[in-house]
């Protein structure tokens, strides 16, 4: 009596299994995938070899971008900038400024903020002669000609070579603020 018990119950936890098994969604039996990549956005709409000129409110030409392909996002309201070569433009003088070279951009607050990612480099037109900022990162407005960045970076004039971490700049003015780390050689003239 005791063996057909337990053949029997035996046989009812078979069938029980097998009628789960037979019932299951087949997702249930394959394995969650760790560290699975998010696909990447593709971009909405593209511009290829492109020269683009930006105004200011007043009507003065502040800005000339070249690059190769600027991406566009419909949920977005940035533009990526592929390998941008950007020249900000004097108000007064309207001569060349500031040249921009980086990796990648991205415009963004409706083309008020610039931020420039990956092997920056600055070219400063001064009184003094030319100025070179390099950083990895570096924010820049165009409409006041100020920059940021929170990285570390090279600023090198003619008569000193500065590096910190930290960096407040307005452009026009050649006025730096360094944050910290800094490490300066003076060049006597």
Do not use: C
């Amino acid at each position: 009596m005791i063996r057909q018990f337990l053949l029997g119950f035996g046989l009812l936890i078979m069938v029980g299994g097998f009628l789960l098994a037979w019932d299951s969604p087949p997702q249930s039996f394959m394995r969650t995938q760790q560290g699975q990549v998010e696909k990447v956005p593709s971009a909405d709409s593209y511009m290829i070899a492109v020269s683009s000129r930006r105004f200011s409110k007043t009507g003065s030409e502040q800005l000339l971008i070249n690059s190769p392909k600027i991406e566009l996002f419909s949920g977005d309201s940035n533009a990526l900038i592929l390998q941008p070569s950007i020249v900000s433009i004097d108000k007064q003088t309207g001569a060349k400024a500031i040249a921009l070279n980086a990796q990648q951009a991205r415009l963004s607050d409706d083309g008020e903020t610039l931020t420039l990612n990956g092997n920056v480099i600055a070219v400063i037109n001064g009184e003094q002669g030319n100025s070179t900022l390099s950083t990895e990162t570096l924010s820049f407005l165009p409409a006041t000609n100020t920059a940021a960045t929170e990285d570390r970076f090279k600023l090198v004039t003619p008569q000193v070579k500065i590096s910190g971490q930290g960096l407040d700049a307005n452009l026009a003015n050649e006025v730096f603020t360094i944050k910290s780390k800094v490490h300066a050689v003076h060049d006597p003239i």
